[in-house]
């Protein structure tokens, strides 16, 4: 079936400019999940749903940052005011059930932003 | 609180070679360790994972890692590199303390010599 699918693939961007990354799990996980990646390092925790609800969003940097899953499904990241410290490969997971020991992550192929 | 440390930031070996890719971590808790990779311009693929069944675990294409918990590793094996096998390998852990929220190593880069 379908894996986890991000558009767009690469966004660029000016600095100041505001922009939204779109996430679709795959069909029925309950669970997503948003990752920021930079240049040579591992993904680092955004923010974690659980159905329609922010159950943590304790990796998102500040309040420019804000992410919505209003159906359960599809999730909008979105990021006003974009800096150039922002551009990374935003990664988008899904996982069936809610986050425990036993889950698995499937992830996306990313959005790359650049901001310039 | 939880870590992960990935020993080699590269790796390379020669096509037909055992591989091996070292990763330690740190958790007061009975954690989960993942290994995940990551091709050029494409998404984390779940190699393996360790959820306090057996500490030898069997992955796809493959690799192996082993559990020991005295050593606090999960070190990454395959007997064979293949071309295809080069790309980014991050070690996770994820435990009660994070919430099971994945905390991931820096990355090893393989790198296949033909």
């Known amino acids: 079936g379908a894996g986890v699918s991000q558009t767009p693939s690469n966004k660029v961007t000016e600095k100041g400019k505001y922009v939204e990354l779109r996430c679709d799990p795959i069909s029925g996980h309950t669970a997503l999940y948003w990752y920021r990646q930079s240049l040579g390092q591992g993904p680092e925790f955004l923010i974690y749903f659980q159905g329609t609800g922010a159950a943590d969003d304790s990796g998102l940097p500040n309040d420019r940052f804000f992410a919505v899953r209003p159906e359960g499904s599809v999730s909008t990241l979105k990021i006003q005011r974009t800096e150039r410290g922002d551009s990374a490969v935003y990664l988008c997971?899904?996982?069936?059930?809610?986050?425990?020991?036993?889950?698995?992550?499937?992830f996306g192929p990313g959005t790359r932003l650049l901001v310039l | 609180a939880q870590s992960v440390t990935q020993l080699d930031s590269h790796v390379s070996v020669s096509e037909g070679t055992p591989v091996l890719l070292r990763c330690n971590y740190s958790s007061s808790y009975s954690p989960s360790l993942f290994w995940y990779v990551q091709h050029p311009n494409k998404g984390l693929q779940l190699l393996l994972k360790?959820?306090?069944?057996a500490t030898l675990v069997k992955g796809i294409n493959g690799f192996e890692a082993e559990f020991k918990k005295s050593e606090t590793s999960f070190h990454l094996t395959k007997p064979s590199a293949h071309m295809s096998d080069a790309a980014e390998y991050f070690c996770v852990v994820s435990d009660l303390e994070s919430n099971y929220q994945l905390i991931w190593g820096a990355g090893t880069k393989l790198i296949i010599k033909p």
């Open positions: 360790y959820t306090s069944a």
């Open positions: 997971a899904s996982s069936l059930n809610p986050i425990g020991p036993q889950e698995t992550q499937y």
